[in-house]
């Protein structure tokens, strides 16, 4: 069974930054993607970045500029670096893992139970 663990949430004041860490766990050859979506109050669920095994990304355009997502592919851990944070980013952020191929050879798609992050004024 594979599980994804969130971690580093939490209150932060607005132009302030927190880091976001991903940890997957379980039978796992490879993971082809991993990322962040994030879902505010209201909203829908939006992607916010993510990143390949080859390490190509790709960002929302609300946070081009102030987020870096990177991975460590032996720990199958991704990280989300939040600067410059916003009100707007409130929202509890998801991390996701998809193409999750197993010694079963089964291929998935897998999400974490969320972590909240609240900026506030």
């Known amino acids: 069974q594979v599980q994804l663990v969130e971690s580093g949430g939490g209150l932060v004041q607005a132009g302030g930054s927190l880091r976001l860490s991903c940890a997957a766990s379980?039978?796992?050859?490879?993971?082809?993607?991993m990322g962040w979506f994030r879902q505010a109050p209201g909203k829908q669920r939006e992607l916010v970045a993510t990143i390949t095994s080859g390490g190509i990304t790709n960002y929302a355009d609300s946070v081009k500029g102030r987020f870096t997502i990177s991975r460590d592919n032996a720990k199958n851990t991704v990280y989300l670096q939040m600067n410059s944070l916003k009100l707007e980013d409130t929202a509890v952020y998801y991390c996701?893992?998809?193409?999750?191929?197993?010694?079963?050879?089964?291929?998935?798609?897998?999400w974490g139970k969320g972590t909240l992050v609240t900026v506030v004024s």
């Open positions: 996701n893992a998809e193409g999750v191929i197993t010694p079963m050879l089964s291929v998935g798609n897998y």
């Open positions: 379980g039978s796992i050859v490879s993971i082809r993607a």
